[in-house]
Nanobody, 125 residues
Framework: QVQLVESGGGLVQTGGSLRLSCAASGRTFSRYGMGWFRQAPGKERNIVAAISWLGGTSPYYANSVKGRFTISRDNAKNTLYLQMNSLKPEDTAVYYC?????????????????WGQGTQVTVSS
């Protein structure tokens, strides 16, 4: 079992930055591929970024966030990060981190085994 707790969400103006964190506990964090997803009201939950368990494979980014968001992980601290720069109102959503047991980078929500409770990000125009 893996427990995931997101933090770092909040209200920010257009063009601002936030850094989300996802603290993991339970089984060996370093053996899990990790992802960030987001869900806006009335919309599906979609992938934002994903990273492999060793970080050796290039991370994946959704086209909408490429060049603005950076996913990273610190296996020594059992923590996943999402640095979000140049935020736009369309980035407003609840952001979730997720863990997938195994190698590789994973893009689909139904591939993931564990989920956090989510953190709200609101970007004002």
């Amino acid at each position: 079992q893996v427990q995931l707790v997101e933090s770092g969400g909040g209200l920010v103006q257009t063009g601002g930055s936030l850094r989300l964190s996802c603290a993991a506990s339970g089984r060996t964090f370093s053996r899990y591929g990790m992802g960030w997803f987001r869900q806006a009201p009335g919309k599906e939950r979609n992938i934002v970024a994903a990273i492999s368990w060793l970080g050796g494979t290039s991370p994946y980014y959704a086209n909408s966030v490429k060049g603005r968001f950076t996913i990273s992980r610190d296996n020594a601290k059992n923590t996943l990060y999402l640095q979000m720069n140049s935020l736009k109102p369309e980035d407003t959503a609840v952001y979730y981190c997720a863990a997938k047991n195994g190698v590789g980078v994973h893009y689909y929500s139904d591939e993931y085994d564990y989920w956090g409770q989510g953190t709200q990000v609101t970007v004002s125009s």
